[in-house]
């Protein structure tokens, strides 16, 4: 079965320190995997995705299949950085369909 | 568009009720999922529908039920409510690329 872990609950860092947010996957297909965010009071949105290879908001991810991992970077952290950030992995359920099972998500808070 | 809408926002029951959260999605999209997101444990998917008429469990299944009459609305039932339902409610679709869109969330609180 499929599992997302994301060790770290809470990651607190200064305005315009580097961040990396971890994720650890286990999968025994090829993994397809997200982050997706959630700023305060505000619904789940995708961040960026492995297949793309885009940085969106400075942040990057680079699926590394040897550590199964897809930690998330970025180089200097904003305020409005803080937010819940989830890894998700998607994989497929039942007689079709996709679906994505989510890490326990950390909580990055930046401080000015 | 308005994307996936959910309502509604908040709602406290007491053991043993039933309610209905909604779920709308006005980008025609088939896919559509239900989760749960519980402090600390991610969110994990109660059910999930494939299209119009086709509905098929999750990982929590347990305690709930759907349905899917058409593409639009994908509502989730909870016919006796137990505190281990106190949670905050997702609905998603999936459009290209596999992203998910997601609802703004149904907090729900049973005692």
């Known amino acids: 079965a499929q599992r997302v872990t994301q060790p770290e609950k809470l990651l607190s860092v200064f305005k315009g320190a580097p961040v990396e947010l971890k994720c650890n996957y286990s999968?025994?297909?090829?993994?397809?995997l997200f982050w997706y965010v959630q700023y305060s009071r505000q619904r789940l949105q995708l961040l960026l995705r492995?297949?793309s290879r885009e940085s969106i908001k400075g942040f990057t991810a680079d699926l590394n299949k040897g550590e199964t991992s897809f930690h998330l970077k970025k180089p200097f952290a904003q305020e409005e950085d803080s937010a819940m950030y989830y890894c998700?992995?998607?994989?497929?359920?039942?007689?079709?369909?996709?679906?994505?099972?989510f890490g326990g998500g950390t909580r990055l808070m930046v401080k000015p | 568009n308005a994307g996936v809408t959910q309502t509604p926002k908040f709602r406290i029951l007491k053991i043993g009720q039933s309610m209905t959260l909604q779920c709308t999605q006005d980008?025609?999209?088939?896919?559509m999922y239900w989760y749960r997101q519980d402090p600390g444990m991610g969110l994990k998917l109660i059910y999930y529908?494939?299209?119009?008429?086709?509905?098929d469990k999750g990982e929590v299944p347990n305690g709930y039920n759907v349905s899917r009459s058409t593409t639009e609305d994908f509502p989730l039932r909870l016919e006796l409510a137990a505190p281990s339902q106190t949670s905050v409610y997702f609905c998603?679709?999936?459009?290209?690329?596999?992203?998910?869109?997601f609802g703004p969330g149904t907090r729900l609180t049973v005692t």
């Open positions: 998700a992995l998607m994989s497929l359920w039942g007689n079709a369909g996709n679906m994505l099972t």
């Open positions: 492995h297949i």
């Open positions: 529908s494939v299209g119009a008429g086709i509905t």
């Open positions: 999968y025994s297909g090829s993994p397809e």
């Open positions: 980008m025609n999209h088939n896919y």
């Open positions: 998603a679709s999936i459009g290209q690329g596999n992203e998910q869109y």
